[in-house]
């Protein structure tokens, strides 16, 4: 961090905390919302939001989403298909999101001069967030952004099946 505002942060901080959202705006923002509820009532945490560049370019760019002193940006490359593209190749998406950004993540991790990630903040579709934690010691927290009744559903979507309530999606 710089000087002014941040060295006063960085000294205050017990709990790092990294955050790494499904590179998605209907994942970013409940994320976001979540990491500045911590930041406006913990101050002593420090918040590392990690986003690909393509996603810290739109974010910037939108002066809602400049967030608290101590939540900052981290990136890492764009290494999936972009934003304004990915729906003509979901699947290609998919796989690089599955793929290719876990070991990203964790190139970011080695390069950090943040001591000791207390948590990982991870959206529950990102998988490979649970390997890194394991790997480095960290405690992993799953995030699922969207309703307890989404979740009910795919939770027991086995059981909608064997009782006839959907057909398989298979």
């Known amino acids: 961090m710089g000087s002014g505002t941040g060295d006063q942060v960085e000294s205050r901080i017990k709990c790092n905390i990294i955050a790494i959202p499904y590179p998605g705006r209907g994942h970013i923002n409940p994320m976001m919302n979540l990491c500045k509820l911590i930041a406006s009532t913990r101050?002593?945490?420090?918040i590392t939001f990690v986003?690909?560049?393509e996603w810290h370019k739109?974010?910037?760019s939108d002066p809602n989403e400049f967030p608290p002193a101590n939540i900052q940006f981290g990136t890492i490359p764009n290494v999936l298909p972009s934003e304004t593209s990915r729906g003509k190749n979901f699947s290609a998406f998919?796989?690089?999101?599955?793929?290719e950004m876990g070991p990203e993540v964790e190139s970011f991790l080695d390069r950090i001069e943040i001591p000791n990630p207390s948590l990982i903040l991870s959206d529950t579709y990102l998988r490979?967030?649970?390997k890194i934690g394991k790997k480095r010691n960290i405690d992993v927290a799953?995030?699922?952004?969207?309703?307890?009744t989404m979740f009910s559903i795919l939770h027991h979507y086995d059981?909608?099946?064997?009782?006839?309530?959907?057909?398989?999606?298979?």
């Open 43 to 46: 101050p002593d945490i420090l």
């Open 51 to 53: 986003v690909t560049e």
């Open 58 to 60: 739109l974010l910037s």
């Open 94 to 99: 998919l796989e690089a999101l599955f793929t």
């Open 128 to 130: 490979w967030a649970l």
């Open 142 to 148: 799953s995030f699922w952004t969207t309703s307890a």
């Open 159 to 170: 059981l909608l099946l064997q009782n006839g309530h959907f057909t398989s999606i298979c």
